[in-house]
């Protein structure tokens, strides 16, 4: 059993929480993932390390309420336990000196996992900036932790509650307006703002990384679920990944693919248990 050891609402239906887990935070690197199950008869979620330290045994993980098995692992409190806890798992990002800029870029809650890959980064030797993206200022999270890792960070909302107004790629046109020389951009949030951040950069000749985690179902590889045409290839993100050239990623059948879950999400997150109510 894996003790939760902190729990934190960063944002409405948005959760933190540090779990007890030496032996996946011995080995984790930043990009990597890990599937939990909250209980016997719970379903497997795949979910990115946003953090690790080997030192006390930490996995900090991130994650928004949306369907039945998020809702159960939200209901947890501190001190209770999850039953599986197995990682780390996928490609660990490639780290390394760059010739320019690293560009985090991290939408809702795939700020969070932006963190340890921002991190290496700067421990690696490059100056890093991180662009933040959030519909409101309310729902922006661990923007002092991004601070403590990065040379300069860049807000941007929807509705212009803080920062730039607009969406992540504003901020990506802004650094480049400015010449910024940037020699990498990984992006990490929704389908949609991973794929406008890739075309935006396709013509710019920005190498550009993106995180296909929003897809996985099982993390192994058998389900199918997860598989994406990158390239001229077929790849599974959970194992081939889950980071990929954004450039070459087919994000049109990417996300139909992640339409297809979408119902069955709501209809398990609406489901109201019958047993025991008696028939009419």
Do not use: W
Request: net charge negative; aromatic share 4%; proline share 4%.
């Amino acid at each position: 059993m894996f003790t939760i050891l902190k729990k934190e609402e960063l944002s409405p239906s948005v959760y933190a929480m540090e779990i007890d887990a030496p032996r996946v935070a011995k080995k984790a690197e930043p990009g990597q993932f890990v599937v939990l199950r909250v209980s016997e008869t719970g379903e497997r979620i795949p979910l990115t390390i946003a953090n690790f330290d080997r030192e006390t045994g930490r996995i900090l993980i991130v994650f928004q309420v949306i369907g039945a098995s998020t809702m159960e692992l939200a209901a947890l409190g501190e001190g209770d336990s999850i039953l599986d806890f197995v990682g780390p798992l996928g490609r660990p990002s490639e780290i390394a000196k760059l010739d320019g800029t690293m560009v985090v870029v991290g939408g809702g809650i795939g700020v969070a996992p932006t963190f340890p890959i921002a991190r290496a980064m700067k421990e690696a030797g490059n100056k890093v900036i991180a662009i933040m993206g959030a519909k409101t200022k309310d729902i922006l999270i661990m923007e002092d932790e991004m601070k403590a890792v990065t040379d300069e960070i860049v807000v941007t909302t929807d509705d212009g509650s803080r920062g730039i107004k607009g969406f992540v790629t504003n901020a990506v046109q802004a650094l480049v307006d400015r010449g910024e020389n940037i020699a990498q951009i990984t992006a990490i949030g929704p389908v949609i703002m991973m794929k406008s951040v890739a075309d935006a950069t396709r013509a710019l000749g920005i190498k550009t990384i993106v995180s296909l985690n929003p897809i996985m179902v099982d993390g192994t590889g058998m389900c199918g679920g997860c598989r994406v045409t990158v390239g001229d290839e077929t790849k599974f993100a959970c194992v081939d990944g889950p980071e990929f050239d954004g450039h070459l990623v087919d994000f049109k059948g990417l996300m139909s693919r992640q339409r297809m879950y979408r119902d069955l999400e709501d209809e398990e997150k609406d489901h109201v248990c019958r047993i025991g109510l008696g028939r009419n």
